[in-house]
């Protein structure tokens, strides 16, 4: 058949799943992407792009639904941006998840054969994030997420599936607070107004609760009575705190904090170990599943009380306060100062006083390191989605440690930094894929590789 035509429609039947979640079909061979199609889909599609290659499209009508097809509980699906898998039962989810990982080491890192284990599913695929950034904006005015492929469009959301009751209270009471106090929301066309974004915040473990609300100037007295309604709505709010944000880009953070109600920062726990987290805090935002995968990394470790320990980009220390207990010393490495500051003061507050946390590029310390004569039998990673910089991969070959204990967000470049660890003299002994956020594609996962 000819190439289709941007409003053609086409029928076709779904039979993977794209790594952003899209379904993908084939009419006479032609690829289509469809944003909502899952596999087992018989489709009616309506072409919005066709290229060369490939095309996409909308559903316009679901001719026979996928045996995996449920209904979407939370009634913005489909319109935010946020979650894009409600509509797939949760075994499919992880099944396509634990597919994703093992075709990219297969594909992308040539690493055939070696141990898949099973993904570890969540305990509630609902409510468990700890951390949620909200847009505010005009008019009405609305706090909510952005429209799917729309970002100047914002949804009034009154209640998230994703976050705690808890969360969801603070988020309707900011909302009444605004409308009712007749508060200026920012434009930014004519670059006025006061509110921007609003970060909720929520320790699982302890219990308390954080609202930041980041605004264009620093105008305390109007918002510390917002921040009073809030904990008299949530008594557990520990702490409200207002970031300033007064240049155009449009990011939910503040070149300077005032603290409007209680202390700057809430307290969380994983296992044993306390962690401060402040408003620009770093912190896994499933806790559950962040405990779960720490005791990955930690059996993964196979620590014996005597070894040294390199955290490579270690954010707050979450990694390295728990490993320290099991290890002579860990050296945790981060960009962010920020991050390693809130590390030390952690490390302080929990008595650990075998960690030594740095700042600077992974790839500039670890020469450094090694300079300095530290020799690590263990060396663990959490890079960014962009993975390793290729001198910083080239550095952590160098030091040549026993074990490797690579935790990825990116299965992509996962594949791409574990193929080059394997042609530098490393074997892959396992990946654990973990499920940190369901309802959503993305996926972490934890890799061992010892030197062969």
């Known amino acids: 058949m000819a190439k289709p035509k941007r409003g053609d429609l086409l029928e076709l039947v779904v039979d993977d799943l794209a790594f952003g979640g899209e379904g993908v079909g084939r009419a006479d ?24 290659r490939f095309g996409r499209g909308v559903i316009d009508t679901v001719l026979s639904p996928s045996p995996d097809r449920v209904e979407a509980p ?35 890192g040539g690493l055939t054969p070696f141990e898949l284990r099973p993904i570890v599913a969540a305990p509630a695929p609902y409510g468990y994030r700890n951390k949620m950034e909200f847009t505010i904006a005009g008019p009405g005015p609305v706090i909510g997420l952005h429209q799917a492929e729309r970002y100047d469009v914002v949804l009034d959301i009154e209640r998230c599936l994703l976050q705690s009751d808890t969360m969801n209270a603070l988020l309707d009471e900011l909302r009444r607070q605004v409308r009712e106090r007749a508060l200026s929301v920012w434009d930014p066309q004519s670059e006025r ?9 929520e320790g699982q473990r302890t219990g308390e609760a954080m609202v930041n609300v980041v605004a ?20 557990a709010t520990t702490s409200v705190v207002l970031n300033v944000n007064d240049k155009k880009a449009s990011v939910a953070v503040g070149s300077e904090e005032h603290l409007l109600l209680g202390r700057d920062h809430i307290t ?4 044993s170990v306390g962690f401060r987290v402040s408003a620009a805090s770093f912190f896994q935002t499933n806790t559950a599943q962040a405990e779960r995968l720490f005791a990955i990394v930690a059996e993964a470790c196979e620590l014996g009380g005597d070894d040294t320990v390199l955290d490579l980009y270690s954010g707050t220390g979450a990694i390295s306060l728990l490993l320290a207990g099991r290890a002579r010393h860990v050296y945790g490495i981060e960009l962010a ?50 993975g390793f910089h290729p001198k910083a991969l080239s550095a952590l070959a160098a030091l040549a440690p026993a074990r490797i204990v690579y935790v990825s967000c990116n299965p992509s470049t996962l594949a791409r930094d574990v193929g080059d660890l394997v042609r530098q003299g490393y074997r892959l002994d396992w990946v654990q894929p973990v499920d940190m956020f369901p309802q959503t594609p993305h996926i972490e996962a934890v890799a061992r590789l010892t030197r062969a």
């Open 268 to 271: 969380e726990k994983l296992g």
């Open 29 to 52: 061979g032609y690829v289509v992407f469809v944003r909502g199609g899952l596999p087992g889909d018989r489709l009616r599609v309506r072409v919005t792009e066709a290229r060369g």
């Open 74 to 108: 939370c009634p913005y699906f489909g319109s935010c941006g946020g979650c894009r898998l409600q509509h797939l039962a949760y075994p499919a989810q992880l099944a396509f998840k634990e597919k994703q990982v093992r075709d990219c080491l297969t594909r992308l």
């Open 193 to 201: 107004g006061l509110l921007r974004f609003a970060a909720v915040r």
């Open 216 to 235: 264009s100037a620093p105008d305390v007295d109007t918002l510390v009575p917002v921040a009073e309604a809030l904990r008299a709505r949530v008594p």
């Open 337 to 386: 100062p920020a991050a390693v500051a809130d590390a030390v003061r952690n490390a302080q507050a929990n008595g650990i006083a075998n960690c030594t946390f740095l700042t600077g590029e992974v790839r500039h310390v670890l020469p450094a390191l090694a300079r300095d004569g530290v020799r690590p039998s263990v060396v663990v990673a959490d890079p960014p989605r962009a």
